[in-house]
């Protein structure tokens, strides 16, 4: 059995976690005051969890609305194996669109599930058009429109 290189989290390393997937913008001594750490212990800790890719990376969560990118999807993709070529240029293309917000390779009915954040529906039209139906690999698809998002986030329960 191969060993982890990486360093254990402790309880401190998880409530620090925790902390910062709500909000990476606070201070090293609002954390340390919420954990009972120093402000310079709280840095070194945050400094090794960055290291040791247990923080992959800190980004800026952008309200849709106020920049005009007002409709999700969420999009279930059935695709041919038997062309890998096309499958493998379809999932070049989807991990390079900026309008593909996550991809999921699936288990069950589809194969690939995404999640799509555009303006409009003719927005969306031309994503599906120049995406999916241009793709010799693409079976078929279905879109489900999101009418509002009751949870959104990627926080992991530590």
Known sequence: M???RAKALDDLDRRLL???QQDTAVTAEHLGSQVGLSASSVQRRIKRLRASGAIRREVAIVNTDAIG???TFIVGVKVDFGQKAGVDALRRKLLADPR???????TGEVDLMLVVVVQ????YDHWSK???LSSP???RFQSNVVIEGLRVGLAVPL
């Open 2 to 4: 191969k060993k982890s």
């Open 18 to 20: 925790a902390l910062l």
């Open 69 to 71: 990118k007002r409709m």
């Open 100 to 106: 593909t917000q996550q991809a999921y390779y699936v």
């Open 120 to 123: 409009d529906m003719q927005d």
């Open 130 to 132: 120049t995406l999916l």
């Open 137 to 139: 690999a693409m079976l």
